[in-house]
C-alpha cells in the first residue's frame, strides 16, 4: 500500500511539474506580452489568451488559477493534481452576449465542490468585448469554477453601479459579476465561438476547452502563490466588501452634505421653521394652528411632490402639480395616501421622519440625502443610484 501511495504521489508531482513546464514553454510562443499572469485557453476553435488582473482581484484569480493547475485547496482529493477545466466545454453561448464555460457537468449546474464571495474592484468592468468574469447563479457568494467571456460591453453585469457604489448582490435581479482578465489574443476566437449554432444556448457540437494554461511571465507573476492567496485572503472577503461599501456611503454622505447646502441656500427665503436633524435630513415646516398631533394607532392621509435636487418633479399625488410639470396622467391617482403614523410606516426613512413631526394640517419641505431615501440601489428606472431629493409634504386628515 505504501509503495501505491508513493507511486501516486510520484505521479502527481511528475504532472505538476510537467503542467508548469507546459505553461513555461507556452510563453515562448507569445514574446510580445507584457510581464503578467495569463491563462491560454486552447479550443477546438483555436486559442485565446487572457491577462489575469491577479493585482486588483487576487482571489478571483487565485481560485481560477488554482483550479487550472489542481492546486486549489479546496478541491477533493480526487481532483488535485488535476487541471480542472481541461476536456470541459462552453456550454452556454450566447450571440452579442457572452461564451461560458467551466461547467464539469457540462449544463449550466456544476461546479468544482464549493462556492465563494464575490470580489470586486472599481477599476474593472464589463466595459468592452473579451472581459472574462466569474459566472454565478446570484449573490454575493455563489461562485465556483464557471467564467465566461464577454462579446459586447455589458456593464449591467459590473457589481458597481455607475456611479461607484457597490449593488446590493443579494438583491431580487441584481446582477454582480467578478471582473478577473481580460483576453489580449484570441478576440477572433471568441467571435467564432460565439458565433456557432445552438440549441436555445448550448453548442449543437461541443467546443472544447482542450487545455488551460497558467502562464507566468516576470518575477511578480511567478510569486504568485495560488493556494496561498486564497486561503489567506478567501476568508477577509467579507471585509473587504464591507469597506468597500463603507467607503461608497461615505461618499454618498459628503455628496448629499453639498446637496444639503444648496438646498438650504435655494430655499432661504421660504417662510416656516428650518430643523436640521442630525441624521441629514432637512426641514422647512409651517405649522397648522391648533393642528391635531395623530396617536401611533392611527393612519393619516398625506399629500406630496417628490423633486430632484435640480428642481425636475419625480412623482406627485396633486393634480395641479403634475400640470404645472407637464406630467399630467389623465389616468393617474391624484389623491393622498394612507399612511399609518409610527415608525412601521413603509416609507423612506427621511420622509418617514419628517411625517411623523408633523401634525395635520402642517406643510413641509423635507430635503431627504440619498442614503435616507432609496439608498445605493435607487428605484429603477427612474430613481438613479445615490439620488438626494426632495419633497413638498402635508397632512391633510386622519382615516378612520
Same mark, same amino acid.
Given at each position: 500500500?505504501?509503495?501505491?501511495?508513493?507511486?501516486?504521489?510520484?505521479?502527481?508531482?511528475?504532472?505538476?511539474?510537467?503542467?508548469?513546464?507546459?505553461?513555461?514553454?507556452?510563453?515562448?510562443?507569445?514574446?510580445?506580452?507584457?510581464?503578467?499572469?495569463?491563462?491560454?485557453?486552447?479550443?477546438?476553435?483555436?486559442?485565446?489568451?487572457?491577462?489575469?488582473?491577479?493585482?486588483?482581484?487576487?482571489?478571483?484569480?487565485?481560485?481560477?488559477?488554482?483550479?487550472?493547475?489542481?492546486?486549489?485547496?479546496?478541491?477533493?482529493?480526487?481532483?488535485?493534481?488535476?487541471?480542472?477545466?481541461?476536456?470541459?466545454?462552453?456550454?452556454?453561448?450566447?450571440?452579442?452576449?457572452?461564451?461560458?464555460?467551466?461547467?464539469?457537468?457540462?449544463?449550466?449546474?456544476?461546479?468544482?465542490?464549493?462556492?465563494?464571495?464575490?470580489?470586486?474592484?472599481?477599476?474593472?468592468?464589463?466595459?468592452?468585448?473579451?472581459?472574462?468574469?466569474?459566472?454565478?447563479?446570484?449573490?454575493?457568494?455563489?461562485?465556483?469554477?464557471?467564467?465566461?467571456?464577454?462579446?459586447?460591453?455589458?456593464?449591467?453585469?459590473?457589481?458597481?453601479?455607475?456611479?461607484?457604489?457597490?449593488?446590493?448582490?443579494?438583491?431580487?435581479?441584481?446582477?454582480?459579476?467578478?471582473?478577473?482578465?481580460?483576453?489580449?489574443?484570441?478576440?477572433?476566437?471568441?467571435?467564432?465561438?460565439?458565433?456557432?449554432?445552438?440549441?436555445?444556448?448550448?453548442?449543437?457540437?461541443?467546443?472544447? %476547452?482542450?487545455?488551460? @494554461?497558467?502562464?507566468?511571465? &516576470? /518575477?511578480?507573476?511567478? *510569486?504568485?502563490?495560488?493556494?496561498? $492567496?486564497?486561503?489567506?485572503?478567501?476568508?477577509?472577503?467579507?471585509?473587504?466588501?464591507?469597506?468597500?461599501?463603507?467607503?461608497?456611503?461615505?461618499?454618498?454622505?459628503?455628496?448629499?452634505?453639498?446637496?444639503?447646502?444648496?438646498?438650504?441656500?435655494?430655499?432661504?427665503?421660504?417662510?416656516?421653521?428650518?430643523?436640521?436633524?442630525?441624521?441629514?435630513? %432637512?426641514?422647512?415646516? @409651517?405649522?397648522?394652528?391648533? &393642528? /391635531?398631533?395623530?396617536? *401611533?394607532?392611527?393612519?393619516?392621509? $398625506?399629500?406630496?411632490?417628490?423633486?430632484?435636487?435640480?428642481?425636475?418633479?419625480?412623482?406627485?399625488?396633486?393634480?395641479?402639480?403634475?400640470?404645472?410639470?407637464?406630467?399630467?396622467?389623465?389616468?393617474?391617482?391624484?389623491?393622498?395616501?394612507?399612511?399609518?403614523?409610527?415608525?412601521?410606516?413603509?416609507?423612506?426613512?427621511?420622509?418617514?421622519?419628517?411625517?411623523?413631526?408633523? @401634525?395635520?394640517?402642517?406643510?413641509?419641505?423635507?430635503?431627504?440625502?440619498?442614503?435616507?431615501?432609496?439608498?445605493?440601489?435607487?428605484?429603477?428606472?427612474?430613481?438613479?443610484?445615490?439620488?438626494?431629493?426632495?419633497?413638498?409634504?402635508?397632512?391633510?386628515?386622519?382615516?378612520?
Amino acid at each position: 500500500m505504501k509503495i501505491i501511495k508513493q507511486s501516486m504521489k510520484i505521479s502527481s508531482m511528475l504532472m505538476l511539474a510537467l503542467m508548469s513546464l507546459s505553461a513555461s514553454c507556452d510563453k515562448n510562443n507569445y514574446p510580445d506580452i507584457e510581464d503578467g499572469l495569463y491563462a491560454e485557453f486552447q479550443t477546438t476553435k483555436g486559442t485565446m489568451v487572457a491577462k489575469l488582473f491577479y493585482d486588483k482581484v487576487p482571489v478571483v484569480v487565485a481560485n481560477f488559477v488554482g483550479l487550472a493547475e489542481g492546486t486549489h485547496p479546496k478541491l477533493a482529493d480526487s481532483l488535485k493534481g488535476k487541471p480542472f477545466y481541461n476536456g470541459l466545454t462552453f456550454h452556454r453561448v450566447m450571440d452579442k452576449f457572452m461564451i461560458q464555460g467551466g461547467d464539469p457537468l457540462g449544463n449550466g449546474m456544476g461546479d468544482p465542490g464549493f462556492k465563494f464571495m464575490s470580489e470586486f474592484d472599481p477599476s474593472l468592468s464589463h466595459d468592452k468585448a473579451g472581459i472574462l468574469s466569474m459566472a454565478n447563479s446570484g449573490g454575493w457568494d455563489t461562485n465556483g469554477s464557471q467564467f465566461f467571456i464577454t462579446e459586447v460591453p455589458k456593464t449591467n453585469l459590473d457589481g458597481f453601479y455607475q456611479d461607484g457604489s457597490l449593488k446590493n448582490c443579494n438583491g431580487r435581479r441584481v446582477s454582480c459579476h467578478s471582473v478577473f482578465g481580460e483576453l489580449v489574443i484570441g478576440l477572433d476566437i471568441q467571435d467564432s465561438i460565439s458565433n456557432v449554432a445552438v440549441n436555445g444556448t448550448k453548442p449543437v457540437e461541443d467546443i472544447v %476547452i482542450t487545455a488551460l @494554461n497558467i502562464i507566468r511571465k &516576470g /518575477k511578480d507573476a511567478k *510569486s504568485f502563490d495560488a493556494p496561498k $492567496v486564497f486561503t489567506e485572503q478567501e476568508p477577509k472577503l467579507g471585509d473587504k466588501i464591507d469597506a468597500i461599501r463603507e467607503k461608497a456611503v461615505e461618499a454618498a454622505k459628503a455628496k448629499a452634505k453639498m446637496a444639503a447646502d444648496t438646498f438650504k441656500k435655494e430655499n432661504a427665503n421660504m417662510a416656516g421653521d428650518v430643523f436640521e436633524s442630525p441624521t441629514g435630513m %432637512i426641514m422647512i415646516s @409651517n405649522k397648522a394652528a391648533n &393642528g /391635531k398631533k395623530p396617536t *401611533s394607532a392611527q393612519k393619516v392621509l $398625506v399629500d406630496c411632490s417628490a423633486y430632484f435636487t435640480n428642481g425636475s418633479l419625480l412623482y406627485t399625488t396633486i393634480a395641479d402639480v403634475a400640470k404645472a410639470n407637464n406630467q399630467y396622467n389623465e389616468g393617474g391617482a391624484y389623491k393622498p395616501f394612507s399612511m399609518i403614523y409610527n415608525e412601521s410606516a413603509t416609507l423612506v426613512s427621511g420622509f418617514k421622519e419628517a411625517m411623523l413631526k408633523m @401634525n395635520v394640517g402642517d406643510k413641509a419641505r423635507v430635503f431627504v440625502p440619498s442614503y435616507l431615501g432609496y439608498g445605493a440601489a435607487g428605484r429603477p428606472p427612474r430613481v438613479p443610484p445615490n439620488t438626494d431629493l426632495y419633497f413638498d409634504i402635508e397632512i391633510v386628515g386622519i382615516t378612520k
